[in-house]
């Protein structure tokens, strides 16, 4: 009988050790950012002003601005906005659409992860080799764009995309 008690005892003990795992495995469920120059953790932190877009993109690696902005120009408009306030238009375009910069815009990218939104903010956030420099605030300074921004901008980019194909990050 002691013995059965045992067993008991180990199951519960078992039991509670993997609901803490379950527990301890959703908390940490995170949109594991990396950088376009070597692939190393971007450190991008949750903060207190993030919006809930940001913070659920930083979750979930889904920017939520992409499909809201998709049939909703006035609304995308803030990204635009964006794009203009922190001067992406002097290498980009107005529009986007290149000038010393490539066009953003097209289907022809300069990293094959830019059709995720994920693997475009990983571009905008931390830099490339390439000559993008790196915009956001907590990698730079406080002045740069933060998480919400950088979505807003990923959103409107999104809407103005005239290359052909499907466009996976609508899925
Ligand atoms: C000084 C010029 C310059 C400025 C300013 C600039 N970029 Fe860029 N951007 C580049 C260059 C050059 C590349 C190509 C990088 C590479 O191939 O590694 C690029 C690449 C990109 C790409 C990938 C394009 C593609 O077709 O795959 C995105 C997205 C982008 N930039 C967004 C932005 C945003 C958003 C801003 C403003 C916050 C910005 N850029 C400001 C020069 C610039």
Not at 84 to 93: A, D, F, P, W
Not at 139 to 145: H, T
Request: aromatic share 8%.
């Amino acid at each position: 009988m002691l013995g059965n008690k045992a067993v008991k005892v180990a199951l519960l003990i078992s039991m509670l050790g993997f609901v803490g795992l379950t527990l301890s495995t959703q908390a940490s469920a995170a949109c594991n950012l990396v950088s376009t120059k070597d692939g190393s953790p971007l450190g991008i932190k949750e903060v207190d002003t993030d919006t809930p877009q940001a913070k659920e993109f930083l979750e979930t690696c889904i920017n939520p601005y992409t499909k809201a902005f998709a049939n909703d120009p006035a609304a995308a408009k803030a990204g635009k906005k964006k794009f203009g306030l922190y001067s992406c238009t002097q290498c980009h375009g107005p529009n986007a659409g290149g000038q010393v910069g490539p066009s953003i815009t097209d289907e022809r990218w300069q990293y094959a992860k830019h059709v995720t939104d994920k693997g475009m903010f990983e571009t905008i956030a931390g830099g490339s080799n390439g000559g993008m420099m790196t915009w956001h605030q907590q990698l730079s300074n406080p002045d740069n764009p933060s998480t919400d921004e950088i979505l807003k901008i990923i959103g409107w980019l999104r809407s103005e995309y005239k290359g052909g194909g499907d466009k996976p990050w609508l899925k």
